[in-house]
T-cell receptor, first 110, second 114 residues
Framework: RKEVEQDPGPFNVPEGATVAFNCTYS??????FFWYRQDCRKEPKLLMS???SGNEDGRFTAQLNRASQYISLLIRDSKLSDSATYLC???????????FGSGTQLTVLP | DGGITQSPKYLFRKEGQNVTLSCEQN?????MYWYRQDPGQGLRLIYY???????QKGDIAEGYSVSREKKESFPLTVTSAQNKPTAFYLC?????????????FGPGTRLTVL
């Protein structure tokens, strides 16, 4: 089982739609969780950290479910500019460094 | 402006040639990292350094070497033993070590083997 797994997509949604991504992780001792956004041929950029109580930043909501070992990202009222690959990141590896999922590709259509 | 810079943006390497990728940060971060991203794949950790004059191998260290003589700089040498044709190399830094803090990335170097 991979340390961090994401549905690769692609997710194609119309503008204004709500879309959700899930990510599962294998190491129950993981303590740090993040969502990053990566545009085509660019570096990843931090979207938000994921806290145990869940957190919200504008149209974006992140949730952590430790019992089932998954984190989620919800995007409301999708914009064209949300089109990107979303990377799930967990400190899960043997060296306890951050491990990046392969990403979920989102395309928001006009 | 604080940030991470990488150079060059594009690099072409002949088989058997060693090349060095530059990474500099002025964020006063202790930890620095090198990742490789293959086309359509996720990021994989090559090397990381939590403090000056110390560094550790990541998951795919074979064919690479690093140094950390200054806090601001973490250059990566791709040796002739590394035979991946084309990959995107990303440098990152974080305020603390141990994988608990968010990492911030430079713009990357795209390396092609001719």
């Amino acid at each position: 089982r991979k340390e961090v797994e994401q549905d690769p997509g692609p997710f194609n949604v119309p503008e204004g739609a709500t879309v959700a991504f899930n990510c599962t992780y294998s190491n129950s001792a993981s303590q740090s969780f993040f969502w990053y956004r990566q545009d085509c041929r660019k570096e990843p950029k931090l979207l938000m950290s994921v806290y145990s109580s869940g957190n919200e930043d504008g149209r974006f909501t992140a949730q952590l479910n430790r019992a089932s070992q998954y984190i989620s990202l919800l995007i409301r009222d999708s914009k064209l500019s949300d089109s990107a690959t979303y990377l799930c990141v967990v400190n899960a590896g043997s060296a306890r460094q951050l491990t990046f999922g392969s990403g979920t590709q989102l395309t928001v259509l006009p | 402006d604080g940030g991470i810079t990488q150079s060059p943006k594009y690099l072409f390497r002949k088989e058997g040639q060693n090349v060095t990728l530059s990474c500099e940060q002025n964020l006063n971060h202790d930890a620095m990292y090198w990742y490789r991203q293959d086309p359509g794949q996720g990021l994989r950790l090559i090397y990381y350094s939590q403090i000056v004059n110390d560094f550790q191998k990541g998951d795919i260290a074979e064919g690479y070497s690093v140094s950390r003589e200054k806090k601001e700089s973490f250059p990566l040498t791709v040796t002739s033993a590394q035979n991946k044709p084309t990959a995107f190399y990303l440098c990152a830094s974080s305020i603390g070590a141990g994988g608990y803090n968010e990492q911030f990335f430079g713009p990357g170097t795209r390396l092609t083997v001719l």
